[in-house]
């Protein structure tokens, strides 16, 4: 397996390293003047996140106001090294309670270094997981104070508690979990945390210019250009976890996804009930899940590690349920006035709500006045973004608010090109809905002692990419 | 394989790249595999510019007849975005769309009367006269545009004309008669414009002299205006006017971002790697290691031998043996150490190379799981034989080895089993095995292509092309005494074909053009070392013949089934070149021939 990554670099927005780690000595300490001279400071920043200069690759990502730079000499595996950082950005933030940027970074330089030393060993990732780090790495973060997550040093892990044996817990048969945990109250917590990402296509014709006439007249598809449809809809959906169990529990979870009910009704010889089920895609589980079980019995059973974790991830594109319809107008009138009506429709349960709805309606740059009306929420004209930004803070289901609005655009004789028309985008969370219709049917718990345990399931969806062509 | 993939596309921006990259290696061997899943690759307004770059590439390589309208339709949308680069681009990917479906023209006359640029008017009206005998109505939308022949701009008045004449060869109908009279009429004398009189006159002149397209045409009353311009013989400029005018054009293939397959093959090897997102096979990028990775491989540190490994990336050998240990080490993370402890034994107990030279490696240990295979025909005593090498760079024991031989022109086969039973970690084994022709040929023209199955019964089945040299057939009866090659020349007078080509590179010659310039021929030096390897694989000299200041040998051969070769090599003094011209019953082996002979001089 190709190495990930010969040295990793932090730099903040303006170049300066903020701290690195070296991991071979195959790429010169001097590398990142390379990564500062020819892509900071050129136009090629956020054209391709892998660059080569030299005889070094660099792969680098932006979070916040941090990049990270990864640099290699040897044909690397890129990927792994994304992922890697992607890995470590997570691990950092739950190290440091949420927020990740140069404060954080500045604030915990040891603790960085600490895991930096721990997470990739020559190259090579090793393990990220969270859970397992903090019992070994008990340094805690320091938090800013504008940090607004709330503090959860209510660990599992009292530090006056003996560290575990680390291959041990490493290489036993349970990996993840530490034998001999007790807890008064057994818990387990579970999130069905689920993001619709659409594509909607456009209402009608939009302006063309000669040459897609011309185009459009050889494949004759004049007729396929109707109102509004689904380009594109899918939902990734992840599964989180927290178990508060005490020993060695063994957890089976039930959902209503079409082929785990189809193999259950096939064993209990049984027809399978009516009601709905659903086709995952692609189910992708953590470690802890027993995939030999998974694929005889289609069952999800797993010892789960003690915590916060993330049991499974999948993705569905059949018979998505998308909680809005959107359906804008908008008309130019003239070269100086637009009217902009915007319908957006909640199709779940009318008992449900969203919350934090925002939708926004991009208008051209050269906007110069605007003016609302809305039957729910507030709106306003955004010149930062160029957009009209409506928000309505509770969407109770089965409505339909509108928006309609006037703008007046400055009229200028250089802006002959026509207005592109970015797609409308709206943010929303829907809790206790999914898009995708995934329920969990059960989740049973079994452990030698045989204690109770109380069971606590949630579930949101929320907006992916959710965009609009209008 | 299709979800995995797509859901790769909902991770992180650069993971998303990364995963496109391959996804378009992946999408050039396997189109399938993900075809009915385009619409996941249609850009998101937010994308940065390199995974839209990315999408869209992809998206063009997935355009089929199911999803053609689709994808047209969202580039349109992407023309009308901002990014100057990416509406370019956009733009670009209709094109090729529409370079792979022709398909759907007959549509198209509709919009004509809508157009209003002379450019899009003289595309419309070129794709009017090409696809002339699919659109019903091509005369009356030509017609139309005749009566306002003069006012139209230069461009389109040539291709009027063009596409008047197309129609008219394609259907010639009394109403084009009068039709094609006007256009004539009008493009020699109500224009100045002399490159359109230089079209027509040459049309006319074609459609006069055409037999075919004239023969109740009333054109040749007319004076042939091209006899006054051109003053020639009409027999010597007789050519089909349709030859001219409907002259096969060529296919415009679209072949950017088209990989080798070679290449592609060894990308597909390194996916996820650098060497996926860039294109290029790793040692094209991966740069020596620096000196001192030389220092730290004498260290204790183990460091040392995983240095040795980068700076090696094209060294096939020695990554062979590295690969296997590096497979074990890196999943057991925690037991790093030991795994490599185990990876220094290795360099110690090196397998013992069989003696014998070199053989091309035809299936690499990185695509055999380990597994190396090099291999050549060869001929010995009269006898061919298939001489194989087995290396085996895996960490399992590999036994019950199987060969065969797919259809090939010469109807090799193997004439006994595989004499390679087992074959331990790190050991390798080679072996000769008798071969006879003409078992299971295969029709068609000859090819050099020999497929070659081997089993074992550890792994799959492994399957690779090794290249068919002519000269392993060269039979010990081929010589041929001077009287004798005559004969056969003149037996052969009709049958024999002249074959000629130019061996580019002075293989022969190159330690000596130095020295001997033009005072000796080259071939009296060669003479004496090359004679003796042609005759060595069966090519003997028959006679010499010298001319004003060139030399020709001449030579024969002859395969089995008696087919004979003719050679004749030809070289000119003071240059440095080989020509080389054969004659033989079967020309359709020629191409192989020439290839047999300029390995043969190569050696």
Redesign the interface.
Known sequence: MPVAASAIYFLNLRGDVLINRLYRDDVGGNMVDAFRMHIMQTKELGTCPVRQIGGCSFFYMRISNVYIVIVVSSNANVACAFKFVVEAVALFKSYFGGAFDEDAIRNNFVLIYELLDEIMDFGYPQNLSPEILKLYITQEGVRSPFSSKASNAQTAYPSDKPVPNATLQVTGAVGWRREGLVYKKNEVFLDIVESVNLLMSSKGWCWLWKLFLLMYALYNINHLVIAGSVLRCDVTGKILMKCFLSGMPDLKLGLNDKIGLEKESQLKSRPPKSGKTIELDDVTFHQCVNLTRFNSEKTVSFVPPDGEFELMKYRITEGVNLPFRVLPTIKELGRTRMEVNVKVKSVFGAKMFALGVVIKIPVPKQTAKTSFQVTSGRAKYQAAIDCLVWKIRKFPGQTEPTLSAEVELISTMAEKKSWTRPPIQMEFQVPMFTASGLRVRFLKVWEKSGYNTVEWVRYITKAGSYEIRC | MA??L??LL??????Q???LR?INLIVQKRPTIIAHEI??F?C???D???VKMEKLEIMIKLASDRN???V???F??Y????DVDFVRRA?RA?GRC?IK?ES??S??S??LD??D?PE?NA??IW?VGEYAERIDNADELLKSFLESFPEEPPQVQLQLLTATVKLFLKKPTEGLQQMIQVALNNATVETDNPDLCDRTYIYWHLLSTDPEACESFYLKTFVDPMWWVFPVNPASLFRSAKDVVLAEKPVISDNSNQLDTSLLDELRA?I???????DKP?DA???R??T??QR?EDDDC??GY??GY?AN?ARQPSLAQVMPA??SL?P?????RIGLENNAIIPADEPTMPSGPPLPILLPAYTGQGLQISAQLAQQDGQIFYSLMFENNSQITLDGFLIQFNKNSFGLAAAGPLQVSLLAPAAAARTLLPMVLFQNMSPGPPSSLLQVAVKNNQQPVWYFNDKILLHVFFTEDGRMERTSFLEVRSLFHIALVYCGTKLSKPYIMKDHTAERSSSMSFWSVIAETTMDRLAASNVFFTAKRKHANQDAWYFSAKIPRGIPFLIELTTVIGSPGVKCATKTPNPELAPLFFEAIETLLKI
């Open positions: 979800p995995p797509v859901t909902s991770a992180e921006l650069e993971i790249y990364v995963s391959n619409k996941v249609f998101k307004y937010n940065p510019i390199y053609i309208d689709q047209l339709l969202e349109k949308e023309a009308t975005e901002v733009v209709i529409a479906y759907i023209i549509t198209l509709e919009s809508t157009l640029e899009a595309s419309m794709i390194n996820a790697t650098l060497s996926s997102v860039y790793p990028f991966v740069t290691a620096k001192a990775s730290t183990p460091g995983e240095k980068s990336v590096l497979a890196v057991d993370l925690l037991n790093y």
